[in-house]
């Protein structure tokens, strides 16, 4: 059993994963304290790949990143790099599949910080930085956590637009999600069965994880 299926998905979910906790917070903390119609219409923005159908998704950054494309001629001839159908072409995908779940539940946890808090810290003379990660963070920690949880467990799960963006070559862009399909195409519902195993016991312990997390007590962070 061939295993770097799960390696790529692992460090695609974890890559993708990492930027959406930043990209998502950045812009959850922004949006929060927006005009209510600017903050409507970004947040639509912002929202649509969730209600996108995946493949819808791949087709847009293969309208974007392909190697006949701006973007993607612009990579290709100043730095000789595709941007699709190579492994990292999937974490391009999954950051924008995911970004949705991230910014949601940040802004969410964001909205019902009371600001009184935040009030309180400037007047005893702390900046806006310290206030935001020794002071707002803490607070809203428990939607961080769960928006990085389901955007990780996303991504990791993530097919259409993947398949769409990277493909599937075995040992270069194979993911448990494409390899499965690929393995059911083929008649080989033993190995699928497998992976499918593998894919939810590693859902099973992210989520277990979190929910041991949650029940201890929040403290602020160092």
């Known amino acids: 059993m061939d295993w770097f299926p799960l390696y790529n998905s692992i460090r695609i979910a974890a890559v993708s994963t990492a930027a959406v906790f930043f990209l998502g917070i950045f812009a959850a ?22 209600v996108l159908p995946p493949t819808v998704v ?22 000789g790099l ?17 970004f949705p779940l991230m910014y949601r539940t940040a802004r969410g ?55 769409m963006v990277a493909g599937y070559t075995p040992g270069r862009t194979a993911t448990v999600s494409t390899t499965v399909y690929q393995l059911w195409r083929t008649g080989e519902d033993a190995l699928a069965l497998r992976w499918v195993l593998v894919n939810l016991g590693i859902s099973a312990a992210v989520l277990l994880a979190v929910n041991l997390l949650e029940r201890k007590e929040v403290r602020p962070w160092p």
């Not at 209510?36 to 790949?49: I, S």
């Not at 791949?58 to 730095?79: D, E, M, Q």
């Not at 400037?122 to 949880?149: D, K």
């Open 29 to 50: 903390h922004i949006i929060a304290k927006a005009p209510r119609l600017v903050k409507g219409v970004l947040d639509a923005v912002l929202t649509l790949p969730l």
């Open 58 to 79: 791949g087709y847009l950054l293969l309208l974007a990143l392909g190697p006949k494309r701006a973007i993607g001629s612009w990579f290709l001839n100043a730095f």
């Open 82 to 98: 595709k941007l699709t159908m190579t492994w990292w072409s999937a974490i391009f995908a999954t950051i924008v599949v995911t």
């Open 109 to 163: 946890a964001f909205e019902s910080f009371d600001e009184t808090l935040a009030q309180a810290g400037r007047t005893l003379g702390l900046s806006n930085f310290y206030i935001f990660w020794r002071i707002q963070m803490p607070v809203c920690r428990q939607g961080i956590l769960a928006g990085t949880v389901l955007a990780f467990a996303r991504a990791l799960g993530e097919y259409g637009a993947t398949s």
